[in-house]
């Protein structure tokens, strides 16, 4: 039997942060792990869709070549090469992650954990005593009945990532960030590309003036686009896939070769003695507070189990919260609303904060300021034109309420306003703010300018 002062029960990104905080801080930590260190998302989810994105972003440039006056003939791609820089690169930090916990002085156990009662968790039989426990077990792909994947026809995010095939007509279930991620790879490797979202716009977390931009680039990029639809049947008897879809009650098929469902994820809460513990589970994510303690002494949950935003920064963060609060610290909760969004699509959409949708739902009374990348010499000079900076303000006191971004790297330039939303910048600090030039972040001052009708290159 061994005792620890925390034991954390899941090695993705909230749990092996979880541990190494709470090791810095002088806790005895061991952390169970039943798979891989750096869970889903360093093995089968952000890391390794980034690195396929990376070459399907290669690839895309490379057949614009001409306009940067440049030749570049006969292109091609070998797919299982592709896929063999992508798992590469999950390995290489999956064992960075091992080496991490190690320097740390973390106990790492691979095996299936359970909670045997408070402050006692079994593995393979071994019990393993804890003055607290962090539950980071993470989250796996949602499937609906009928629509189940096989691993052939039909493909989850982990078929989607070291696929047997290259698919050339793909149905694409489902347009959040993983499934217009996928999407966008296929579709730039020559895939014929349909998506189907049975919400009334694709991205519905999104901005939807954002959204419908990005929606307009997918479709001049050839993606078939379906909004308001949804996929009642998959019929899988023949060479290929038909798909009945139905879409403001008409009814139509659609033949593929490939579907990838990619409709949300269930939180990882089964087999863990929750229930036994009194731990509440609401729509397979467990209940917790802003601080993720489950209501059971010494026992909390972070990251995906714990609900949305289904993000690793944010899992991350949650874990480096835990741990302090352990140690006995008093750190800050976690905001949601302070937390960004990213998809790495061509073209990238990032987000914070409210919409403007939701602002004014929320009885904001809002000023909102939008820029072109069309008026951005750094865009230009890219070959990068097609984009949007769009920032919504608080009218009566200035505050930054939300920034939405699509477009060449938003996902690296959305931190500025991350970082301006935590310090609780107002306009006039972001309009006094030097930005250099010429850079992409120059749109972002534009955008804060054109909310008070100060914009000066557009």
Known sequence: MSKYDMVVIGAGPGG??????????????????????????????????????????????????????????????????VVKRSRGVAKQLNSGVGHLLKKNKVDVMMGVARLEGPGRVSMDGKVIEAANVVIATGARARELPGLEADGDKVWTYKHALQPKRMPKKLLVIGSGAIGIEFASFYNALGAEVTVVEVMERILPVEDAEIAAFARKQFQKQGMTILEGAGVKALDRSGKGVVATIEKAGKVSTLDIDTVISAVGIVGNVEDLGLEDMGVRVERTHVVTDPFCRTG???????????????????????????????????????????????????????????????????????????????????????????????????????????????????????????????????????????????????????????????????
């Open 16 to 81: 092996y942060v979880a541990a190494i905080r709470g090791a810095q801080l002088g806790l005895k930590v061991c952390v169970v792990e039943r798979e891989h260190l750096g869970g889903i998302c360093l093995n089968w989810g952000c890391i390794p869709t980034k690195a396929l994105l990376r070459t399907a972003e290669v690839y895309h440039l490379m057949h614009r070549a001409g306009e940067f006056g440049l030749k570049a003939e006969t292109l091609s791609f070998d797919l299982d090469a």
């Open 296 to 458: 059971v002494a010494g026992l909390y949950a972070i990251g995906d189990v714990a609900g949305a935003p289904w993000l690793a920064h944010k899992a991350s963060h949650e874990g480096v919260m835990v741990a302090e609060l352990i140690a006995g610290g008093h750190p800050h909760a976690v905001d949601p609303d302070s937390i960004a969004g990213c998809t790495y699509c061509q073209p990238q959409v990032a987000s914070v904060g409210m919409t403007e949708e939701k602002a004014k739902a929320a009885g904001y009374e809002v000023k909102v300021g939008r820029f072109p990348f069309i008026g951005n010499g750094k865009a230009i000079a890219l070959g990068e034109q097609e984009g949007m900076v769009k920032t919504v303000f608080d009218a009566k006191t200035g505050a930054l309420l939300g920034a939405h971004m699509v477009g060449a790297e938003v996902t690296e330039l959305i931190q500025g306003y991350v970082i301006g939303r935590q310090l609780e910048t107002t306009e006039e600090d972001l309009m006094q703010t030097v930005f250099p030039h010429p850079t992409l972040s120059e749109m972002m001052h534009e955008s804060v300018l054109d909310a008070w009708g100060r914009a000066i290159h557009f």
